[in-house]
């Protein structure tokens, strides 16, 4: 089992940065991959980007591409999520989730940190 705890949301202008951070932490022996997900109001969660845990190509959402940046520090068990240039549309609930190596889909997941964007 695999507990994942983010922070660092919270509400920011349209143009602006932030940071998310997502500590992981029980069998993190296990994990083969992290990512992010979001979910807007009314609307399902969706994939925003995903790393492998050890090496490999990191995965990005079309709509962030070129402007969100996943990174890990894998002796802090740790998954960040770096978002520039953000827009209205980002707006949601953000949850960091792993998976671990033998699990076809992600698993575990933290509570979620909420992001506004104001226009």
């Known amino acids: 089992q695999v507990q994942l705890v983010e922070s660092g949301g919270g509400l920011v202008q349209a143009g602006g940065t932030l940071r998310l951070s997502c500590v992981a932490s029980?069998?993190?022996?296990?994990?083969?991959?992290m990512g992010w997900f979001r979910q807007a109001p009314g609307k399902e969660r969706e994939f925003v980007a995903r790393i492998p845990w050890i090496s490999g190509t990191r995965e990005y959402a079309d709509s962030v591409k070129g402007r969100f940046t996943i990174s890990r520090d894998s002796v802090k068990n740790t998954v960040f999520l770096r978002m520039n240039s953000l827009r209205p549309e980002d707006t949601g609930v953000y949850y960091c989730a792993s998976r671990t190596t033998r699990a076809s889909d992600f698993d575990s997941w933290g509570q979620g940190t909420q992001v506004t964007v104001s226009a």
């Open positions: 029980g069998r993190t022996e296990f994990i083969g991959a």
